[in-house]
C-alpha cells in the first residue's frame, strides 16, 4: 500500500529553490542554463521550465511556498540537494559559465558514467552539470 497515490499520468517533474534575489535568479537560469519563464505572478515566485523540468522560485519569507514553519523557521537557499542538467559539450559550457562569472564549487570534471561539474546559482543553490561519458550508456545496456 502507498501512504501517497501517483497521478494517473506520469506528472511534470518539479524542483522548487528558494532565492535572495528573484529578478536575480531568473535572469541567471533563463540567460545562462536555457530554461523558459512560464509564469511570474508576483514578485517573490517565478515558474520556469526546461524540457519536461519545472523549476519554481520563491523568496523566502514569503506567502509564496517560503513562509515560516510553525517554529519560525524560515527557508533559506543552499544545501547540498540539487538538480542535474545534461548538456551536450560539458567543457564548452563550464567555459562559457565561467566568462559569465558564475561561481564553481568543483569545475573539474570528473565521474565514470558522467563527466560532472558543480555550480551556484546567485542565491547560493547548487546546480550538477553532466555530460554523458561517450559510450558508456550504450556498454551498460
Given at each position: 500500500m502507498q501512504a501517497v497515490?501517483?497521478?494517473e499520468r506520469r506528472a511534470t517533474p518539479t524542483i522548487r529553490y528558494f532565492v535572495?534575489?528573484?529578478d536575480a535568479a531568473v535572469d541567471f537560469y533563463r540567460q545562462?542554463?536555457?530554461f523558459e519563464e512560464e509564469l511570474r505572478p508576483n514578485p517573490v515566485f517565478a515558474m520556469l521550465y526546461?524540457?519536461?523540468l519545472r523549476?519554481?522560485?520563491s523568496v523566502p519569507g514569503t506567502y509564496a511556498g517560503g513562509h515560516a514553519l510553525p517554529d519560525g523557521t524560515l527557508p533559506s537557499p543552499g544545501g547540498w540537494n540539487r538538480i542535474l542538467l545534461q548538456v551536450v559539450d560539458?567543457?564548452?559550457a563550464v567555459e562559457a559559465l565561467r566568462r559569465a562569472g558564475v561561481h564553481f564549487l568543483d569545475d573539474r570534471p570528473s565521474g565514470v558514467a558522467v563527466r560532472q561539474v558543480l555550480l551556484e546559482d546567485p542565491s547560493?543553490?547548487?546546480i550538477e552539470l553532466f555530460e554523458p561519458a561517450t559510450g558508456y550508456h550504450?556498454?551498460?545496456r
Open positions: 497515490d501517483q497521478p535572495r534575489d528573484l545562462l542554463l536555457g526546461r524540457g519536461d523549476l519554481l522560485l560539458l567543457d564548452a547560493g543553490n547548487p550504450e556498454r551498460a
